[in-house]
């Protein structure tokens, strides 16, 4: 379900927004939707080609998964306000690597990859800020493994 406005207090929540000039987040919200999920919806399914984007959760938790050779699901991560999903795909353009579902009523920002593209070429200034906290973001990641 889709609630389209997204106010760009909101995004302040997550990194991937840190250090940018508030013009370009109020931007961002625009360019971007709201979702909200309920309880065990699903989000991203793993394997699927193609990015779609990049999703940042507002309020809620999301569970990340990934099948094992079996085909039992495997659990990553919660991940909570702030936190994102979709950034790997969005920037290697590879299948989704996990599935991802809401683990209670859920709130996310959704930016099309279509539109962050336009947003980083349109600016070189600003999509290497962005790039640079996609960066940090998963480096923060990868070291709390």
């Avoid at 699927?48 to 990049?54: E, H, Q």
Wanted: charged share 20%; aromatic share 6%.
């Amino acid at each position: 379900m889709t609630d389209r406005a997204v106010d760009p207090a909101a995004l302040q929540v997550s990194p991937i927004v840190q250090d940018l000039p508030a013009a370009a987040v109020a931007e961002l919200a625009e360019r971007g939707m709201a979702l909200a999920l309920k309880g065990s919806d699903p989000l991203l399914f793993q394997d699927v080609r193609g990015g779609l984007g990049l999703f940042i959760v507002l309020t809620g938790a999301i569970g990340v998964y990934r099948r094992d050779d079996s085909g039992a699901e495997q659990p990553l991560a919660t991940l909570g306000p702030g936190d994102c999903l979709g950034e790997y795909s969005l920037l290697d353009g590879q299948p989704i690597s996990a599935t991802a579902r809401a683990l209670e009523d859920t709130r996310l920002f959704f930016l099309p990859s279509g539109q962050f593209r336009t947003v980083t070429e349109r600016d070189p200034q600003l999509g290497c800020l962005l790039y640079r906290n996609l960066a940090r973001y998963l480096v923060r990641r990868l070291r709390l493994q």
